[in-house]
């Protein structure tokens, strides 16, 4: 005797012929013992998983379909025990599909019974087997409009996510797995209130260090940038970086400027945050971009080369470096000359980056960030207009213009919601918190993605409120300023000065200020002249601006 459930509950005799089971009543509880797989299940199992509000009858009409069941199948096909009953017959398919899922035919499990829980489960777990065992043969394409559907009626459901992107990888469609990856992750964290999503992070994870080890031509190449691109911009950034660079290294190898050009500039993620994420990745990034650029051969399409010189001046950024300053003009001026938007973009950024090179340049930042704006708008480029949104809440915020920086707080949230971009949220939050500074939201703010501006931003923030400096929090890069701080808290004056010898000059970036003010704090009260000359010519740029508006994070203006 044979019992199917891979479509309709059907049993089917040794003589070949099906076996008349019954009602749609029996033929559940046989399809709830096969779902069992062998295993006891009770009377009041059968009663819940038969009726939402079991009758007053439910005990004896349960007993009723198992014994018609045996006048059916034979008496030694469902075994009592103890209060419940077995399955007691080896040949059913189901049970063969789950030890070797693609040597039985498929159909929808159950299809004739009722969506009662157990079904929609059983049917769900099956898919999910049968789904694995395609993706691990490498066939995932067949199977992307199923899984669509079934990710759709299982929004909560992590596996039918990570099932689904793994079949649109392997269709090829890298970037809508990645989107449905965050997605999920997104809808999860903000329902549940989770930190975090292990199963859909290691499936990103998967698919990005694949895009690059299972491809090594130029396409493929390309292709992984493309990928890393859109997992930066949708909150997967230090993976998505490695996996660029990884990239990028792989294409250097095959020794053609123009290839290595292209997967370099693939990776087309706007940036608004002069710390380096690693600045040892960008370091290498730059001496691949600049060697790139000396080797690529004269008739190179002038908008790779443009694309070359901006990737120079984003990831050369916080400098005080001329040449990486003149890549970012030269790099505007061709996109100029060739009228093209999307070259333009970048090389606005690339300005954007370098024009902390000189302190009090907000006025200029407010202008590359209306440009941005507009073009991206007029060009539908909603990366680069998401960018312009913030710079301008950075710009505004520099000179107080507290309304006009709100303005565009609101439409870059407006955007981050269409696009999905997640990380955009730190940053108003952020802004938010500068406007009404809070200890606790600042503890709270999640900067976890976002290792350039996570180091050591927490006790700058604080500190800006006017709160002594935590020596239990992780300074990151501005550890040197925090010491002589430490020291003063202690009340310990020499060791103060002992530790301003080492205090370094600031960086050309979103911080130089702050770390500006911070040292004519020290050095007023260690009384070091020498040190607070220093302090007032640094920040005599920014006379008339915030200290720490132009990062519209946090000010020391109070």
């Known amino acids: 005797m044979q019992i199917r459930v891979l479509g309709p509950v059907v049993v089917v005799g040794t003589d070949g012929r099906v076996v008349v089971v019954g009602s749609k009543r029996r033929r559940e509880v046989l399809g709830r013992l096969v779902a069992a797989r062998g295993r006891v299940v009770s009377v009041e199992a059968l009663i819940s998983d038969l009726w939402d509000d079991p009758p007053p009858g439910a005990v004896g009409a349960v007993r009723t379909f198992v014994s018609e069941l045996r006048g059916a199948l034979g008496s030694g096909a469902i075994e009592t025990v103890g209060r419940g009953y077995a399955l007691r017959v080896s040949d059913v398919d189901v049970w063969r599909f789950e030890e070797a899922p693609l040597s039985v035919s498929w159909g929808e499990p159950y299809a004739d019974l009722d969506p009662s829980p157990w079904v929609l489960a059983e049917r769900a777990r099956l898919l999910e087997l049968r789904a694995r065992a395609l993706l691990d043969e490498g066939r995932g394409a067949s199977l992307v409009a199923e899984l669509s559907s079934f990710a759709e009626a299982h929004p909560w459901r992590e596996k039918a996510q990570v099932l689904l992107a793994h079949a649109l990888y392997q269709d090829g469609r890298q970037v809508e797995a990645l989107r449905v990856l965050r997605s999920a992750r997104d809808r999860l964290v903000s329902r549940f209130g989770l930190d975090a999503v292990p199963e859909l992070d290691r499936a990103e994870s998967d698919i990005l260090r694949h895009a690059v080890a299972r491809t090594g031509g130029y396409a493929g190449l390309r292709s992984a940038s493309v990928v890393a691109g859109e997992a930066a911009l949708t909150g997967g950034l230090a993976l998505a970086q490695a996996d660029r660079l990884a990239a990028v290294v792989e294409a250097g190898r095959l020794g053609n400027p123009l290839l290595t050009a292209r997967v370099l500039t693939a990776y087309d993620v706007p940036t608004n945050w002069t710390v380096s994420d690693d600045p040892?990745?960008?370091?290498?990034?730059?001496?691949?971009?600049?060697?790139?650029?000396?080797?690529?051969?004269?008739?190179?399409?002038?908008?790779?080369?443009?694309?070359?010189?901006?990737?120079?001046?984003?990831?050369?950024?916080?400098?005080?470096?001329?040449?990486?300053?003149?890549?970012?003009?030269?790099?505007?001026?061709?996109?100029?000359?060739?009228?093209?938007?999307?070259?333009?973009?970048?090389?606005?950024?690339?300005?954007?980056?370098?024009?902390?090179?000189?302190?009090?340049?907000?006025?200029?930042?407010?202008?590359?960030?209306?440009?941005?704006?507009?073009?991206?708008?007029?060009?539908?480029?909603?990366?680069?207009?998401?960018?312009?949104?913030?710079?301008?809440?950075?710009?505004?915020?520099?000179?107080?213009?507290?309304?006009?920086?709100?303005?565009?707080?609101?439409?870059?949230?407006?955007?981050?919601?269409?696009?999905?971009?997640?990380?955009?949220?730190?940053?108003?939050?952020?802004?938010?918190?500068?406007?009404?500074?809070?200890?606790?939201?600042?503890?709270?703010?999640?900067?976890?993605?976002?290792?350039?501006?996570?180091?050591?931003?927490?006790?700058?923030?604080?500190?800006?409120?006017?709160?002594?400096?935590?020596?239990?929090?992780?300074?990151?890069?501005?550890?040197?300023?925090?010491?002589?701080?430490?020291?003063?808290?202690?009340?310990?004056?020499?060791?103060?000065?002992?530790?301003?010898?080492?205090?370094?000059?600031?960086?050309?970036?979103?911080?130089?200020?702050?770390?500006w003010a911070i040292t004519a704090r020290i050095a007023d009260e260690i009384e070091d002249e020498v040190l607070a000359a220093a302090a007032r010519e640094a920040l005599e740029p920014v006379r008339g601006e915030i200290i720490g508006g132009n990062t519209a994070m946090m000010t020391f203006a109070r």
């Open 280 to 515: 040892v990745q960008a370091a290498s990034l730059v001496s691949v971009a600049r060697r790139t650029l000396r080797d690529l051969p004269s008739d190179a399409p002038v908008a790779l080369r443009a694309r070359l010189l901006a990737v120079i001046a984003l990831e050369h950024r916080g400098t005080r470096d001329a040449w990486a300053l003149e890549a970012a003009l030269e790099a505007e001026r061709l996109a100029r000359e060739l009228g093209d938007s999307s070259v333009l973009v970048v090389a606005l950024n690339a300005r954007f980056m370098q024009s902390f090179q000189r302190p009090g340049r907000s006025s200029e930042r407010r202008g590359i960030a209306l440009e941005l704006i507009e073009v991206a708008a007029r060009h539908d480029l909603p990366a680069y207009e998401i960018l312009g949104h913030l710079v301008a809440m950075q710009a505004y915020s520099a000179v107080g213009e507290f309304e006009a920086a709100s303005r565009h707080a609101a439409a870059v949230e407006r955007l981050a919601d269409i696009h999905e971009t997640q990380l955009v949220k730190v940053f108003t939050s952020g802004f938010r918190l500068m406007r009404a500074p809070d200890e606790a939201g600042y503890r709270a703010l999640d900067l976890s993605g976002m290792p350039g501006v996570e180091a050591g931003f927490l006790p700058l923030a604080l500190l800006s409120m006017g709160l002594p400096p935590d020596p239990t929090l992780d300074w990151g890069p501005y550890r040197a300023w925090a010491e002589p701080l430490l020291h003063l808290a202690d009340g310990d004056v020499a060791a103060a000065r002992r530790a301003v010898v080492d205090l370094p000059v600031p960086r050309a970036d979103h911080l130089y200020d702050v770390l």
